[in-house]
Nanobody, 122 residues
Framework: QLHLVESGGGLVQPGGSLRLSCAAS????????IGWFRQAPGKEREGVAT????????YYANSVKGRFTISRDSAKKTVYLQMNSLKPEDTAVYYC???????????????WGQGTQVTVSS
């Protein structure tokens, strides 16, 4: 059974960094594209970053480009989201998801983790 578990969230000051992890079980990581999404209170869930299953190409939302980095460690079956220069508007629950193609469209992802809270505040 395919399973995703996020970790690494927490409280950080503006300008700080966090690294989120998405641990996969029940499938080979390289068979799926992985996406990171986030949902702030009162807002719709939005795509943040994705990584392809084939060659590891990455894509980012404009709001995080240059600050966030998605990466994959296939041996550890884990996908990471390194978040630097965090801003209060990055506060949200962050989810990872597995799907057939790397896209910011939630409907293309079949499997979701339970989410991890990131709060950016002084």
């Amino acid at each position: 059974q395919l399973h995703l578990v996020e970790s690494g969230g927490g409280l950080v000051q503006p300008g700080g960094s966090l690294r989120l992890s998405c641990a996969a079980s029940g499938f080979r990581l390289t068979y799926y594209a992985i996406g990171w999404f986030r949902q702030a209170p009162g807002k719709e869930r939005e795509g943040v970053a994705t990584i392809t299953s084939s060659d590891g190409s990455t894509y980012y939302a404009n709001s995080v480009k240059g600050r966030f980095t998605i990466s994959r460690d296939s041996a550890k079956k884990t996908v990471y989201l390194q978040m630097n220069s965090l801003k209060p508007e990055d506060t949200a629950v962050y989810y990872c998801a597995a799907g057939g193609i790397a896209t910011m469209k939630m409907s293309e992802y079949d499997y979701w983790g339970q989410g991890t809270q990131v709060t950016v505040s002084s």
